[in-house]
């Protein structure tokens, strides 16, 4: 949505409500209503494992959750402090095959529901939504932006897999289409690849090396909180040791 030249924090948090769209955390803070929901839930939030679910965990990650050995990383755990914050920021979990990436994911979006800092949870693989993107129409109410528009207006949500999509045009438009978006409303997300930022920017750059680096700068801008700030991207960049968990 274009927003008003001259709205307020508060018309702006109504448009939203007009249009069944998630007000961003930043705006709704800005218009007094504190953290947003889109769809507020009933009762007590649902628990970890029942948020995951929700989500879209897979199966088999939901198991690896549950039977997780090693300690989840302190910056993933420092991470869900800031979710509260009017600039929650994104966080990027990387390592070989096999190191926990999805697993530390996935656990962040349950204990991110579960406490009560975000409404809901998506979660998303990246070819997947690649595939979507390309089997969409251009316009209309198949048209693309649909395809993806659970993920772009997620309270939060989790791309697994970043640099694994199909090697075609529709991979950098379909994360264009969705982490610039959350990008400018400033909504927690969580991504995962086995490529540092500046790889994964460099694989997207053959399709179109400006539109990348505009990608690269968003995903940057998120770790950062939209401070600019290299050692807040710091912060946010977990590297985990390589090993194939899944090898034994």
Request: proline content about 8%; overall charge neutral; aromatic content about 6%.
């Amino acid at each position: 949505m274009a927003w008003p030249t001259h709205a307020t924090p508060a018309q702006i948090a109504e448009l939203c409500g007009r249009d069944g769209m998630e007000v961003p955390p930043a705006i709704a803070l800005a218009a007094g209503m504190g953290r947003p929901s889109a769809t507020p839930r009933e009762g007590p939030p649902p628990t970890a494992a029942q948020a995951m679910a929700e989500a879209g965990v897979p199966p088999v990650v939901l198991d690896a959750v549950g039977e997780m050995a090693r300690p989840v990383p302190e910056a993933v755990r420092l991470w869900l402090d800031e979710l509260a914050s009017s600039r929650p920021p994104w966080l990027w979990l990387s390592g070989g095959t096999g190191a926990g990436k999805s697993c530390d994911a996935a656990w962040a979006l349950g204990q991110a529901v579960s406490r009560g800092l975000v409404a809901r949870g998506r979660w998303a693989k990246v070819e997947g939504l690649a595939e979507r993107w390309d089997g969409a129409n251009l316009y209309g109410q198949g048209g693309k932006a649909a395809a993806v528009r659970d993920e772009r207006e997620a309270p939060l949500l989790v791309l697994d897999g970043l640099g694994e999509e199909p090697p075609c045009r529709g991979a950098l438009d379909a994360a264009w289409a969705v982490l610039s978006w959350r990008h400018d409303r400033m909504l927690p997300t969580v991504l995962t690849s086995q490529l540092s930022g500046a790889a994964y920017r460099d694989r997207l750059s053959r399709y179109d090396r400006a539109k990348a680096a505009a990608l690269f700068s968003r995903i940057m801008g998120g770790l950062s909180g939209y401070r600019g700030n290299r050692h807040r991207i710091a912060g946010h960049v977990v590297e985990l040791a390589d090993g194939d968990g899944r090898a034994g």
